[in-house]
């Protein structure tokens, strides 16, 4: 199952996934999310400047990847990490953690 699809499945409502920087980029300036999943690694580039841009944007950001942590710089190392692969409930929580909600879910439903 996708990451995609598995957010889905959790109630989150989910744009993408993008294929690039700047198709992520112009997607969240088109339509700001409240957070992003990132994959630090992009083909023969990072996201760490997408991750920064969406920071300064406000937009929550995970980072998961299957790169070790010391990939980020320390300007993001608070930003949430985690480590592919990983189970699906552990972007779940880590989206939470974050300050973001499934749609209808309340701290209750949360506590699952």
Known sequence: MSVAAALEDEGFE???????????????????????ILDISLGDRTSIEL?????????????????ERDALPPDLS???????PSPRHALRNALIRSGLRPEGATPLDLAS
């Open 78 to 84: 608070r930003v949430p990490w985690i480590g592919k």
């Open 51 to 67: 991750a920064r841009a969406l920071r300064r944007m406000g937009i929550a950001v995970v980072i998961y990847s299957g790169r």
């Open 14 to 36: 989910v744009a993408g996934p993008f294929a690039s920087e700047a198709e992520a980029m112009a997607a969240s300036r088109r339509r700001p999310p409240e957070g992003a």
